[in-house]
């Protein structure tokens, strides 16, 4: 198509990608404008910009509240643009599309298209969900499901590029740097794409290094088209090495890459990393008693090859520096971490341990017993509740609990007074009946704030200036209101951790939990991570609730400094009444 010219009085109102299929051929139209008559024209884009380039590309875009409904068109233009230089077939480069907000939507999975038109067209009728900001959520799916072979994703062993193009304008409502870095370390490359005022470190949080290369923030969603020609070259790199991290060696293919180690080294799983050849294990070795492994090939039993190739260490550093730790330490790849026994919290030198939540707390659990929990999960969430316990000091002067099981009506379990020891607390937890009927959190809430922190059920008077905690779980949506019972309590002094599984509404989790969300408020999938929730809730409670010896040592520096400063005082008015 020949090149046309236009007087500068034109003004380029909009351009974007189009395939012309009468054409055949991939194109960016423009319209221009002026004194309102409008002249389009073509401008081809290069053909086969990706040409035979293998990858397994899957975008996940923000669809929260936050993004308008004009701005969600710019970005659906933007993958449309992408897609124009992409060499889409299922032996070639293969397309996946997730969209989040409160959940998570797979729009069309890497094997459900086959033709770059059936996949513009899904991008176009894709439907702007307006709810909330679950980005490590979305980040989890595509690692658990989007990249698994079932959904299209080609096996780790053809060596196929697999790269997320994340889209988000704002901050998460859920952790992110633990999932994305699971995410790179499976071998998939990040690239964080932020809009307005999104936080640049949460965004490098999410890309992968170096984040020059893989992390970008534009001030609106106008100006994301202006990285349409940073990404062609990125993605069409022949050079995958220079984007997709070995430990050792990178060779590139004709359309592809795949990683190798050294003399001595052999690759592990991820088809990334290298591991030392044990030889002596390999059995092979010829030696009629004992075989040790030397500097060069072999190590002594017990050490393992440092970086540098030559010299040792010892794989139990535990026991061969002074570590400090208190309680215990545990070896690592290539070092050590402090750990805690189970009711213990490290400390911030992460080394020294403290009992978690010796000072006093009345603590009350609101636990969902509905019909779409289940009984085996409902096990689980028992399990939960033990859990928690265990890193309580549980007696009348301590950590008082409570307990709630809602379903169609609400039950309690126990009450603050009712047990004075943990193992009295487990076994009821143990013995807990699962009700298995409706979802009727905003009743549970309500029982929660008029009766369970009553001082006729144990609570401690408001005086005693003892800290108010409840931890409401539910796995889907209330079939009541939540928002006012859960308001009048916080306003009374309450603090409420809300734990979602499943399918909860993250409206409502928001509704019920105390500020800020992100340290009170816990998302789970489904219930394979209630380990995780409990350990990052069991730290919070800790945080929020410093132990009595931590207050005891401020109170006696108190006293300390205050007869300290009184002595210093009568000294200083006897030398002044001398000196009169």
Request: proline share 3%; charged share 25%.
């Amino acid at each position: 198509m020949a090149g046309l010219c236009f007087p500068l009085r034109y003004i380029i109102a909009r351009c974007f990608a189009s395939t012309v299929e009468s054409l055949g051929q991939a194109y960016v139209l423009c319209i221009l404008e002026f004194q309102s008559n409008h002249l389009c024209f073509f401008f081809p884009l290069p053909e086969n910009a990706c040409n035979r380039k293998r990858l397994d590309l899957v975008f996940i875009i923000d669809s929260s509240r936050s993004v308008r409904p004009y701005d969600f068109e710019k970005v659906k233009e933007f993958i449309l643009t992408i897609l124009q230089f992409l060499d889409i077939s299922p032996d070639i480069t293969r397309v996946g599309l997730i969209q989040y907000g409160s959940t998570v939507k797979h729009e069309f999975s890497l094997k459900t298209f086959r033709r770059k038109h059936d996949v513009e067209r899904a991008v176009k009728r894709m439907m702007h969900l307006a709810t909330g900001t679950m980005t490590g959520l979305a980040i989890q799916y595509a690692l658990n499901i989007a990249f698994s072979e079932s959904e299209g994703a080609r096996p780790l062993s053809q060596n196929v590029p697999r790269i997320i193009m994340i889209v988000t304008d704002g901050r998460p409502q859920d952790p992110v740097a633990e999932v994305s870095a699971k995410a790179r370390n499976s071998g998939i490359l990040i690239f964080a794409i932020g809009v307005g005022r999104v936080d640049m470190n949460t965004l490098k949080s999410i890309g992968s290094e170096p984040h020059e290369e893989h992390v970008f923030l534009v001030a609106n969603f106008s100006q994301i088209e202006t990285l349409t020609s940073a990404f062609q070259t990125k993605l069409c790199a022949q050079d995958l090495c220079a984007t997709h991290g070995c430990q050792q060696e990178c060779v590139n293919t004709n359309d592809s890459y795949f990683c190798q180690c050294r003399h001595g080294f052999t690759l592990n799983p991820d088809k990334r990393t290298c591991k030392k050849i044990n030889f002596c294990a390999l059995g092979k070795h010829g030696c009629e008693q004992e075989c040790v492994n030397t500097e060069d090939s072999f190590c002594h039993e017990g050490f393992v090859l440092r970086e540098d190739g030559k010299t040792c260490r010892n794989k139990d550093l535990c026991k061969t520096v002074d570590h400090g730790c208190e309680h215990i330490c545990v070896n690592n790849d290539h070092s050590y971490v402090c750990k805690c026994h189970e009711g213990f919290v490290l400390q911030e030198d992460g080394k020294m341990c403290r009992r978690c939540t010796e000072g006093p707390v009345d603590l009350v659990f609101v636990i969902d017993g509905s019909k779409s929990l289940g009984e085996d999960n409902f096990e689980v969430v028992k399990e939960f509740v033990s859990g928690i316990l265990d890193s309580l000091e549980i007696s009348p002067k301590a950590a008082r609990v409570g307990l709630l099981q809602y379903s169609s009506e609400v039950r309690t379990e126990f009450t603050l007074r009712q047990f004075s020891t943990a193992k009295d607390m487990k076994k009821a937890v143990s013995q807990m009946k699962y009700m298995g009927k409706g979802s009727m959190t905003g009743l549970a809430l309500k029982q929660m704030f008029e009766r369970s922190f009553t001082e006729a059920e144990g609570a401690r008077p408001f005086s005693a200036e003892v800290p108010r905690v409840s931890i409401v779980f539910t796995d889907g949506r209330a079939q009541d209101e939540v928002s006012e019972w859960a308001s009048k309590a916080k306003q009374n002094g309450i603090t409420i951790y809300a734990v979602g599984i499943g399918k909860a509404i993250e409206e409502e989790l928001l509704e019920i939990a105390s500020e800020p969300p992100d340290k009170h408020l816990f998302y789970a999938e489904d219930f394979s991570t209630m380990g995780e929730i409990s350990e990052k809730l069991k730290k919070r409670i800790c945080e929020a609730n410093p132990s009595k010896d931590m207050e005891q040592c401020n109170c006696e520096n108190l006293i300390t400094f205050q007869n300290h400063a009184n002595a210093e005082v009568k000294k200083l008015t006897q030398r002044y009444i001398l000196s009169e």
